[in-house]
């Protein structure tokens, strides 16, 4: 570890500190809502679904960085900064996914309750790549078992900060969590249905290592967890020897990370005389347009999982699990 990575996971730590602390006292910053719906900010959309699903009629839900932004870079504006303190209640993802935006929730957090929804999450089940610099894997909502806890978290926030609502909160939990474990059935039935040498999955950057751990597939990302990093000639010459050396026929780019390097997988393959295609365009970072299917938490990993199954040589639904997949999102 170089010295900027050092310095760099020392202000990491610093920031965990500081909302550490906060949490502890939240006590002192939580207070029952003065009117109905209340105004709920979230950072990334799929922070903002789970909440809207949670919170229902009860409050307002406004997300910060919409569909195909890439949040390890994204910088708050000074609209995202009103947003947040004018919430009554905010909501982020955690372990350091929104990075870059660490200044302004450590300001909005003296001042109401911001809460991060992976915070009930065990260390022991979080990934820690050594190539991350000593930080866990953010990319937890690819396991759908992994982002139930988070809808636990909620559920659990949204009851102390609005107790008289317990019961309600408690209700549409149990209900949300209901279609997340039969998405989660979904996703280890189709993904064990690709033959076993093909189950290999190559996208843009290391987002998928939570969903490769709990569908049983391998993951290979060209870039390195965030997308800040850069993949390299040896990199992707790695890679192009895994896809010609286990014969695989399909590559996958993502909707918030440019897809040169996945294009320099292709080219490098034919160069060697094999044919490789894009399976499919996935959601890692960002869903899909609001207003949608994969819009939804739900959708966006009814999507992924759909395309990648159908790509690799598995069995799955074209319109997904739930017969809802719009025609462009199952292009591949």
Same mark, same amino acid.
């Given at each position: 570890?170089?010295?900027?990575?050092?310095?760099?996971?020392?202000?990491?730590? %610093?920031?965990?500190?500081?909302?550490?602390?906060?949490?502890?006292?939240?006590?002192?910053?939580?207070?029952? +809502?003065?009117?109905?719906?209340?105004?709920?900010?979230?950072?990334?959309?799929?922070?903002?679904? %789970?909440?809207?699903?949670?919170?229902?009629?009860?409050?307002?839900?406004?997300?910060?960085?919409?569909?195909?932004?890439?949040?390890?870079?994204?910088?708050?504006?000074?609209?995202?900064? !009103?947003?947040?303190?004018?919430?009554?209640?905010? !909501?982020?993802? /955690?372990? #350091?996914?929104?990075?870059?935006? /660490?200044?302004?929730?450590?300001?909005?957090?003296?001042?109401?309750?911001? &809460?991060?929804?992976?915070?009930?999450?065990?260390?022991? !089940?979080?990934?820690? +790549?050594? @190539?991350?610099?000593?930080? =866990?894997?953010?990319?937890?909502? #690819?396991?759908?078992?992994?982002? #139930?806890?988070?809808?636990?978290?909620?559920?659990?926030?949204?009851?102390? &900060?609005?107790?008289?609502?317990?019961? =309600?909160?408690?209700?549409?939990?149990?209900?949300?969590?209901?279609?997340?474990?039969?998405?989660?059935?979904?996703?280890?039935?189709?993904?064990?249905?690709? +033959?076993?040498?093909?189950?290999?999955?190559?996208?843009?950057?290391?987002?998928?290592? &939570? !969903?490769?751990?709990?569908?049983?597939?391998?993951?290979?990302?060209?870039?390195?967890?965030?997308? @800040?990093? @850069?993949?390299?000639?040896?990199?992707?010459?790695?890679?192009?020897?895994?896809?010609?050396?286990?014969?695989?026929?399909?590559?996958?780019?993502?909707?918030?990370?440019?897809?040169?390097?996945?294009?320099?997988?292709?080219?490098?393959?034919?160069?060697?005389?094999?044919?490789? %295609?894009?399976?499919?365009?996935?959601?890692?970072?960002?869903?899909?347009?609001?207003?949608?299917?994969?819009?939804? =938490?739900?959708? #966006?990993?009814?999507?992924?999982?759909?395309? %990648?199954?159908?790509?690799?040589?598995?069995?799955?639904?074209?319109?997904?699990?739930?017969?809802?997949?719009?025609?462009?999102?199952?292009?591949?």
């Amino acid at each position: 570890m170089n010295l900027n990575s050092i310095l760099k996971f020392v202000v990491l730590q %610093i920031i965990f500190c500081i909302f550490l602390l906060l949490s502890v006292l939240e006590i002192n910053l939580i207070a029952a +809502p003065k009117s109905y719906p209340y105004k709920v900010t979230t950072t990334v959309g799929m922070v903002g679904d %789970i909440v809207k699903n949670i919170v229902g009629e009860k409050g307002k839900v406004k997300n910060i960085i919409g569909e195909g932004v890439d949040p390890h870079i994204y910088r708050a504006t000074r609209n995202d900064v !009103f947003e947040l303190l004018r919430a009554d209640i905010v !909501f982020y993802s /955690g372990l #350091m996914l929104e990075g870059k935006m /660490g200044d302004a929730l450590i300001k909005v957090a003296m001042k109401k309750p911001v &809460y991060a929804v992976t915070q009930l999450v065990n260390e022991k !089940f979080l990934l820690q +790549p050594t @190539e991350f610099d000593g930080q =866990y894997d953010p990319h937890l909502w #690819m396991d759908v078992s992994a982002w #139930m806890m988070a809808v636990k978290a909620v559920v659990n926030k949204l009851a102390k &900060y609005d107790p008289q609502n317990e019961d =309600y909160y408690i209700k549409k939990g149990k209900k949300y969590l209901s279609s997340l474990k039969r998405l989660h059935k979904y996703g280890l039935k189709s993904i064990s249905s690709i +033959p076993k040498e093909k189950r290999v999955l190559i996208t843009a950057h290391d987002a998928f290592n &939570y !969903f490769g751990r709990a569908y049983s597939i391998q993951v290979k990302g060209i870039q390195g967890l965030s997308t @800040e990093s @850069e993949a390299g000639l040896k990199d992707i010459n790695n890679i192009v020897d895994e896809v010609v050396k286990r014969n695989i026929k399909a590559v996958f780019v993502e909707t918030s990370v440019s897809s040169k390097n996945v294009k320099a997988i292709i080219e490098g393959a034919k160069a060697r005389g094999k044919k490789v %295609i894009i399976g499919g365009v996935l959601f890692s970072d960002a869903m899909g347009n609001p207003g949608t299917y994969e819009g939804t =938490y739900i959708g #966006m990993l009814d999507h992924n999982i759909t395309v %990648i199954t159908r790509s690799l040589g598995g069995q799955a639904p074209s319109l997904g699990m739930n017969g809802k997949l719009s025609k462009s999102s199952r292009k591949h």
